[in-house]
């Protein structure tokens, strides 16, 4: 015997026009013949998708489609809906979360996971963690940004620190170094320095001889490609990226958290124990300094603070609303990186900084990094009034540089770029990259 779903009934000869939600009655039109076997709805029910309802039960036509009652849909990128009672549609602005990103899938747009994990650290620092959950650290110590805590069969090991030096006159922290450890080697990253492996200096790119490392320059970004699949991101100062593959999901540890798609357990203790504050976690993960003196906080205990009134002047289109501008130049990265916090960080560092243009070129600068790292187009944001780039002798600004191309090293053979392509300063033609600066080829050593 055929088995029907609830509210349903087999019946061998029945008609082939049922009645749904959005039809209630069968149409005139409809055939007497041919009849059709199977399950059709009791009376006083009617189909809804696959399911027979009463008619208080029915969902939800919106903009030609029809959703079942009590379910979540993306009509766009940008906004969720709620399908309620009597064919009510409520939806409101919403992006997707820290490792999701809006595409269409199973013919379903929605949030997907992206495969990888995230870890950002940007400004003044603003930490968003594998799962997105986000905290400030405004003093100048040095601490676990990431580790493996749970080593599994044939998972390699690592750990990330960074070091904030604290800003002078209230002006906000920074990075100042980032130094990781994997697959044997010790990088250090430190503004305004050259790159270290294992305490020694080399000019960029640098592929270490037994292929693990693959290190380069790629717009205005440092990038470490590691053969275990964890890339750095790092531009000096005010930008930090880490992307992990998913086979180390629930097994991290530190600032950056336990990458369990969890944000509320991320503020876990070196104990495993959930910290009580946010001061309580960051604190956990200090590394012990013998050399310097540092501090957890703000000095003398006061931090910035941006009063209501010009949060709403640093959140127009003409300052870091740019950011979340539906018709701006970022418009076609927000399905694949929120631009929520971007936005947040923005406003607080621009008002911390007393609208110091130089704090919005950095805060805009960073999205469109992230954006141009998650594979998004980026529009032109700067011009020779807002954000100029300013770029050394024989090389001109790109919205999207293939430096990792155009360099000494490319001369005797091919240097992949790990990424896509990112703004920054562009060789001018005739010229390559040296690891410093841009010189004619013959003046490339060896």
Request: proline share 6%.
């Amino acid at each position: 015997a055929l088995s029907c779903s609830p509210h349903s009934h087999y019946e061998l000869c029945g008609s082939p026009c049922q009645p749904t939600c959005h039809t209630s009655s069968v149409p005139s039109s409809c055939p007497i013949t041919p009849c059709t076997e199977g399950c059709f709805c009791d009376t006083g029910y009617v189909l809804s998708g696959s399911d027979c309802v009463p008619h208080s039960e029915c969902g939800c036509q919106y903009l030609g489609h029809y959703y079942q009652k009590d379910t979540e849909f993306y009509p766009s990128c940008r906004e969720r809906c709620r399908c309620s009672t009597n064919g009510t549609v409520t939806c409101q602005e919403a992006f997707c979360g820290a490792h999701e990103e809006c595409r269409v899938e199973d013919g379903v747009l929605g949030c997907h996971p992206t495969g990888y994990g995230r870890l950002v650290v940007s400004g003044d620092p603003h930490y968003v963690t594998f799962d997105g959950r986000t905290f400030n650290i405004p003093g100048s110590c040095t601490y676990i940004l990431a580790r493996v805590c749970e080593l599994a069969q044939r998972l390699i090991n690592f750990t990330v620190l960074v070091e904030h030096e604290a800003g002078s006159h209230g002006d906000p922290a920074l990075m100042k170094r980032v130094v990781v450890s994997i697959h044997g080697y010790t990088v250090t990253m430190e503004r305004g320095r050259r790159w270290e492996v294992d305490l020694e200096r080399y000019t960029l790119p640098l592929v270490t001889e037994d292929k693990n490392l693959r290190i380069g320059q790629e717009g205005s970004n440092i990038i470490l490609h590691t053969a275990a699949g964890v890339r750095i991101l790092y531009n000096t100062a005010t930008f930090l990226l880490i992307t992990v593959p998913d086979v180390y999901r629930g097994r991290l540890c530190g600032l950056g958290g336990d990458y369990d798609g969890d944000p509320s357990d991320d503020f876990r203790l070196p104990s495993g124990a959930l910290a009580r504050t946010t001061q309580e976690f960051i604190t956990s993960w200090k590394v012990p300094e013998k050399d310097r003196a540092c501090s957890d906080g703000c000095d003398d205990g006061v931090c910035t603070k941006c009063d209501v009134a010009n949060e709403a002047t640093y959140s127009r289109n003409g300052s870091c609303g740019i950011i979340r501008d539906a018709e701006g130049p970022f418009q076609a990265c927000h399905p694949r990186v929120s631009p929520v916090e971007y936005f947040t960080h923005c406003v607080h560092d621009v008002c911390a900084a007393h609208r110091d243009q130089a704090a919005l070129c950095h805060a805009l600068q960073a999205y469109a990094t992230a954006c141009q790292a998650a594979g998004a187009t980026v529009r032109a944001w700067r011009t020779k009034e807002f954000c100029p780039l300013t770029c050394p002798p024989n090389s001109h600004y790109e919205l999207c540089t293939r430096t990792c191309e155009l360099t000494c090293a490319a001369l005797v053979g091919p240097a992949p770029c790990t990424w896509g392509c990112f703004e920054g300063c562009q060789c001018d033609e005739g010229f390559v990259f040296d690891g410093d600066s841009c010189v004619s080829p013959e003046r490339c050593g060896c």
